[in-house]
């Protein structure tokens, strides 16, 4: 029995092509939500009301500085955490593959490991903590996520669970053609719409940026609990399945996650008494 879908949104994932060269909505994705994320930042350290008499993180040009060194960060370590997180084996057969950045693989958590290192390096070069540093990308960083995620549905890809549910989609590269969760909407909206909602709050009502760490542990803490919760309903990668029959390897890298928020929230609550 077919139950009722909605349908699925016909939109070419390229956007516009000129001869070879061809502009994906998932490349646009990522340059909107970096060049959100560096004029959010501006923003942020422009506003001594946020920071309660204590020095920003950075100046308007470091942010500028520091916009090049998070690229660098996001494009290595996703695409270092994408081969080594989820196909290591294949990826040792077949190396050169791995600079071909072109044909997708890409893992937020191996990109937030290599922000963290592009944070920590720069900060060391103008003077800044790392948790002041990751306080400013905590911030500014769940648009581009949100974004990302609605590319990832515009290609079909990263779908959800076969579901009996009246806004399920079939999704063109399904080899199943069954009615599933569009879980990348689900995810855009709890990492994206909701975590960005959340940190403001904390920023602009609560003054968060007062206390090192505390931005990031939010953000840490609510990137974690939004994946794990979608895990549930999004397939999982087709060559790791299912760990324990019920574990993703989603959930693994975010439990770390998670921990690490837990830890930067009680931190700053020791810092702020």
Known sequence: MMFAVLPFPDIDPVLFQIGPFAVRWYALAYIAGLLFASWYMKRLVSNPKLWGGTKPSMTVDQVDGFFIWSVAGVVLGGRLGYVLFYKPL???ANPLEIFQLWDGGMSFH???LGVVVAALAFGRMIGTSLDRMLDLGGASVPVGLGLGRL???INGEL????TDA???FVFPGDALQVPRHASQLYEGVLEGVLLFIAVRIAT???GALKYPGRVSGIFALGYGMSRIIVEFFREPDAHLGYFAGFITMGMILSVPLC????WLLLRSRRDAA
Do not use: E, K, S, T
């Not at 779908?159 to 076969?162: A, F």
């Open 90 to 92: 294949y990826y040792a």
């Open 110 to 112: 191996g990109g937030f």
């Open 151 to 153: 590319a990832n549905f």
């Open 159 to 162: 779908w959800g669970r076969p």
């Open 166 to 168: 009246p806004w399920a």
């Open 204 to 206: 602009h009502r609560f």
């Open 259 to 262: 921990l690490i928020g837990i």
